[in-house]
């Protein structure tokens, strides 16, 4: 029974933190940015998202940009950013707003 609880509490631990929109890494400041050729919009209306560095296990990735269509006509864009905070640094998510 011990064993279900615990077991229970880290996967409910688990989901719970990969639903959040950030997290702190206890490591350096993530590299510097990547800037390169966007390229065309597939279509009208589209809206062209930074890339931005990620925390893979013990590395950075590189998450390239990506065109996508707002979900309304006024919607804008917020990139996502790395922030020093509480002694490590906390990548929030882009979003629409």
């Avoid at 029974?1 to 933190?17: D, E, F, N």
Wanted: glycine share 16%.
């Amino acid at each position: 029974m011990k064993r279900l609880v615990l077991m229970s509490a880290l996967v409910s631990g688990a989901i719970l933190t990969g639903c959040a929109g950030s997290y702190v890494v206890r490591y350096g400041p993530p590299p510097a940015p990547r800037y390169g050729v966007m390229g065309y919009a597939p279509g009208p209306g589209y809206v062209w998202t930074d890339g931005y560095w990620d925390r893979r296990g013990s590395q950075w990735v590189w998450i390239n940009g990506v065109w996508l269509r707002p979900p309304h006509p006024r919607a804008v864009w917020v990139a996502g950013s790395w922030r020093q905070e509480r002694g490590g640094w906390r990548f929030h998510r882009g979003y629409w707003r």
